[in-house]
């Protein structure tokens, strides 16, 4: 069955350190892969995707993500966190050319503190 | 990418009354979608609102609890019908914009139904 997973429901982390959110898909075949961000009282913005080509993949904000084939995973990492990056943080995965069918995470709370 | 609004962005209501949501698109776009954000949980899809015919609903959805009108390309409105406390979530629209098939959101839809 496709499905995403986000091992970490929620993540507190010092402002200034670095974070990585973890990303697990299972899918039948390489699908396109997302990231997209919640603030508090917000809809979702998009940080990144991936479609193909270099797996190392920049976003806004100062975000990143790294697809990695044989573990099925696409975490999200920046080096240096800031206070308004708290956040929930939710990765997708979606279809070749079709991502009208995303399938999200349950999403990963961050908090930061001072 | 595109400019999606939402009205209203948040109410509240008694239960067996019905709401109807609005979105908005500042550009023309073939795909659009409504998700359900349940407290504390991720996204859900509810239907693919469709141009000219009938939206398209996922398992566990029907027309006569959530209708779905789309009249024109840059608009389209959900209706959430004789409501439960358990209605109660974000509703978000979202649109496939753009040559590379992403999926982007609106600011959601806070409803607390009473």
């Given at each position: 069955?496709?499905s995403?997973?986000?091992?970490?429901?929620?993540?507190?982390?010092?402002?200034?350190?670095?974070?990585?959110?973890?990303?697990?898909?299972?899918?039948?075949?390489?699908?396109?892969?997302?990231w997209?961000v919640?603030?508090?009282?917000?809809?979702l913005?998009?940080?990144?995707?991936?479609?193909?080509?270099?797996?190392?993949?920049?976003g806004?904000?100062?975000?990143?993500a790294?697809?990695?084939?044989?573990?099925?995973s696409?975490?999200?990492?920046?080096?240096?966190?800031?206070?308004?990056?708290?956040a929930?943080?939710?990765?997708?995965?979606?279809?070749?050319?079709?991502?009208?069918?995303?399938i999200?995470?349950?999403?990963?709370?961050?908090q930061?503190?001072? | 990418?595109?400019?999606?609004?939402?009205?209203?962005?948040?109410?509240?209501?008694?239960?067996?009354?019905?709401?109807?949501?609005?979105?908005?698109?500042?550009?023309?776009?073939?795909?659009?979608?409504?998700?359900?954000?349940?407290?504390?949980?991720?996204?859900?899809?509810?239907?693919?609102?469709?141009?000219g015919?009938?939206?398209?609903?996922?398992?566990?959805?029907?027309?006569?609890?959530?209708?779905?009108?789309?009249?024109?390309?840059?608009?389209?409105?959900?209706?959430?019908?004789?409501?439960?406390?358990?209605?109660?979530?974000?509703?978000?629209?979202?649109?496939?914009?753009?040559?590379?098939?992403?999926?982007?959101?609106?600011?959601?839809?806070?409803?607390?139904?009473?």
């Amino acid at each position: 069955a496709q499905s995403v997973t986000q091992p970490d429901i929620h993540i507190t982390v010092s402002e200034g350190a670095s974070l990585e959110l973890r990303c697990n898909y299972s899918y039948g075949a390489t699908p396109y892969l997302f990231w997209y961000v919640q603030s508090p009282g917000q809809g979702l913005q998009l940080l990144l995707k991936y479609f193909s080509g270099d797996t190392l993949v920049q976003g806004i904000k100062g975000f990143e993500a790294e697809f990695k084939r044989s573990q099925s995973s696409f975490n999200l990492r920046k080096p240096s966190v800031h206070w308004s990056d708290a956040a929930e943080y939710f990765c997708a995965v979606g279809p070749p050319y079709n991502t009208d069918k995303l399938i999200f995470g349950t999403g990963t709370r961050l908090q930061v503190f001072p | 990418s595109a400019v999606i609004s939402q009205k209203p962005s948040r109410d509240i209501c008694q239960r067996g009354t019905s709401l109807t949501i609005q979105c908005q698109v500042d550009s023309q776009v073939t795909m659009m979608f409504w998700y359900r954000q349940q407290p504390g949980q991720s996204l859900t899809l509810i239907a693919t609102a469709n141009q000219g015919s009938e939206a398209t609903y996922e398992s566990g959805f029907v027309i006569d609890k959530f209708p779905i009108s789309r009249p024109n390309l840059t608009f389209s409105t959900l209706t959430v019908s004789n409501m439960s406390p358990e209605d109660s979530s974000i509703y978000l629209c979202s649109v496939i914009t753009g040559v590379q098939e992403t999926q982007y959101f609106g600011p959601g839809t806070r409803l607390l139904v009473l």
